[in-house]
């Protein structure tokens, strides 16, 4: 056993302990009413840094949710690695869903339920306690930063302005992120490249109040009809999307790394079976991990409008809505497909009722290269504790503020993701892997151990 | 001053009080937890009838809500008048955008705010009073039959059982109703059509979860998506409906009725503006009131999936559903156009999704003729209190149960409407008009004279 193995095992109930502590604050940042749990998990992770050995941690305040910073100096000459993670996670709705109460983590299986246990909380506490074994055990051979944030949900608005106004206190040489998934449990991988995002409210008016459907219905425009109407415009039965000009910038991957990517292992069947679907759809002439990783797409995230309760109301409704959004390809600039989307809902827009659209958060994607320091580091920490090579995919989820941080910071992050399907993250009974939470701990403190050397 | 308005004028605040009593039960048949109050307005009901002068009045209970039936005869050998009104009313929401309370009914502006004031507890208590003071002042030259019922909002199934138990004793000569509206204050109407309606909820399922529209999005067929394309497949650009064999049985209507119906007073741009939109639509060809009264509609009446709370979640949804009816004219009939509905949605559901159709409910349209003893009887009575002769006009709403009357029961009805557009019924803020009350139990009370002379 070596001798981060050995640590782990004897600190193992220490650790869920405290990580348990962190999954019980409801810090949902799409939620404004989650304000206070907002600062209770900042200071919960300011507290953790702070004890596995950082020299100084502290919260900042920012117009939105609080930033963590944290800090341990070596020696000026050796390199610094700057950790990432984010503190808040997404609304855990529908709750009847949940076996057990997204707050009060319980592990079933081998597995941590909670919201969060993997997004990020449960990736996130690795690097604290990888952090806490290196300095423990004075095997720490670099600088390191850690930068927490409480809006990766939302948009990371705040983070971004923090940036911007402390490039130098977060100068440094790679930025290190477990936020992204593995391909399974048994096939580790780097993330070498993430979609940007485009998130949109849209709105139709109608009449200024509920109609009755009887003596209104045939001669008045139906805010709910055409809000469908509208979504339909946006894509074609393949789902690629309408929208004049989207596609402009869209980086075209060579024949040659879209061979490689065939080699990715990836079932069909298995893929559709574990989310329950019968059938796969998407853009012509591209394969499901494409259409996932190099491709952009379009979804609705919600929509509501009218009478939604038990039984039948015969109305016309006065306003409906849907909640969506783009997922973007490097180069598409989320700017100008904000300005394309509302040009195209304005032109589109049924006569009879009013068309709104707000902009409510978006960044662009992002790419990393296979052949720096960081990747082989990363690579090598991965072979060493799970016995394979980590292969580098293209994920279909989008981090805006990785590709901020390469063009405020000018720094590259390598991302080192601890995710599997199965977490359901984003989704009811949110899960992380106990196995891989320890086995995440290992490969961290071997990245520092490649890297620094 | 005629002795019929002298006794309103001297009971006015009882009869208010009275009504106010009524329209304070939370009465709301869509929704399953107001069982007990659906009772209270029964009972209700019941007192009030005996109360005003029946010779017995009960409640039978049904598979649903109880139907109040109350009766007084004369003489055997006088004419029948059979009340038809109902206790139930729509849901209330959304509850913010209510001035006052919707079950604290409150006088403002000369009117009564509260649901149910008009559709339909104030316009049956109209007949409730114009019968106490036909029997107080011994004026009542027929026997009179009261059949209210408490699911007229649902669909009317238990009445429609009821009816075919009791037919012998519900045989009348006429059935008398007010559940419909006038064309103005000034302009009295008598509605001689009524649409039938068939009222689906639709489910699309997708993934047996909801997913992280990044990790998925662009490969797997989003439900809410999907939804929005099968609602905008049901119609064409101008809201002709699309499923096949749809307008098979449609009665077209001849030019000269056509031109008949020009002749109703209709502002377009009062009517635009009185509910606030911009522009009408509709099937080409043919005129707003023509869209409303003489062709079938299709509306959404409720639209939800994925998430619809505030800011942003990054999902794509399990389920997406819709609550969508159809308004009938003369001679569609309800159960073949359940079929085709079904029918329709089987073959154009997206593959990747599974769509299910649960019918609501439904009923058939109905007509009614001009030259009858009751027509008459009735526009004497509007042009009494009115001093103007009502105008027949064919209404958009439907009333399932007065085309189920006819075919049970072999009855006619006549449908002496009250309510003003201005009354939002299944809206926030449904009101009535006092003077429109009065007026009422006025012209009822003529109704009588004149059809029992």
Chains 1, 2 share one sequence.
Not at 105 to 126: V, W
Not at 310 to 324: F, N, Q, R, S, V
Not at 421 to 446: M, Q, Y
């Amino acid at each position: 056993m070596s001798n981060i193995q050995s640590y782990i095992k004897e600190n193992q109930t220490r650790f869920l302990d405290e990580l348990f502590g962190f999954l019980r604050i409801p810090s949902i940042s799409p939620e404004p009413k989650h304000k206070k749990d907002m600062l209770s998990a900042a200071e919960y992770v300011r507290k953790a840094i702070l004890q596995a050995g950082a020299d100084h941690a502290g919260i900042v305040s920012t117009d939105g949710n609080p930033v963590v910073y944290g800090e341990k100096t070596i020696r000026k000459d050796k390199p610094t690695i700057l950790i990432y993670g984010h503190y808040d996670v997404m609304p855990a709705e529908p709750l009847d869903l949940w076996k057990s109460p997204p707050f009060e983590p319980e592990i079933r299986d081998g597995r941590i339920y909670a919201r969060g246990a993997n997004d990020d909380k449960g990736q996130l506490y690795m690097h604290v306690k990888a952090f806490e074994y290196l300095v423990r055990s004075r095997a720490l051979q670099c600088n390191v930063r850690f930068l927490i944030e409480g809006e990766e949900e939302t948009g990371s608005e705040s983070l971004k302005k923090f940036c911007i106004q402390n490039k130098e206190m977060l100068s440094a040489d790679i930025i290190l992120v477990s936020d992204t998934s593995m391909l399974d449990e048994d096939t580790p991988s780097i993330t070498v490249g993430l979609r940007g995002i485009c998130y949109f409210e849209v709105k139709v008016s109608g009449p200024n109040r509920e109609l009755h459907s009887g003596l209104y219905g045939g001669a008045v425009v139906n805010p709910a009809n055409a809000l469908a109407r509208i979504i339909t415009r946006l894509t074609d039965e393949q789902y690629r999307i309408n929208i004049p000009g989207f596609y402009d910038d869209v980086m075209e991957i060579p024949q040659s790394e879209r061979n490689e990517m065939k080699k990715t292992p990836f079932k069909l069947e298995e893929f559709k079976e574990s989310i329950g679907i019968t059938g796969t759809a998407g853009e012509k002439g591209y394969t499901t991990l494409e259409r996932l990783g190099i491709r952009p797409s379009l979804d609705v995230n919600g929509i509501w409008g009218g009478y939604t309760g038990e039984g039948t109301k015969t109305i016309i409704p006065a306003d409906a809505y849907a909640k969506i959004s783009t997922r973007l390809v490097p180069n598409q600039d989320p700017e100008k497909i904000r300005v394309l989307f509302e040009n195209y809902l304005a032109q589109i827009a049924p006569e009879g009722v009013h068309v709104t659209v707000k902009y409510l958060h978006g960044g662009p994607g992002y790419m990393a290269p296979v052949n720096s320091d960081a990747y082989r580091a990363a690579s090598m920490a991965y072979e060493k504790v799970f016995r394979k090579k980590p292969l580098p995919v293209r994920s279909g989820g989008s981090i805006p503020i990785i590709a901020e941080f390469e063009k405020i910071l000018g720094l590259k992050s390598i991302l080192m993701g601890f995710g599997l399907e199965s977490d359901a993250i984003h989704s009811p009974n949110e899960n992380f892997r106990l196995n891989v939470f320890f086995k995440g701990i290992e490969t961290i403190s071997h990245f520092y151990g490649f890297y620094c050397a």
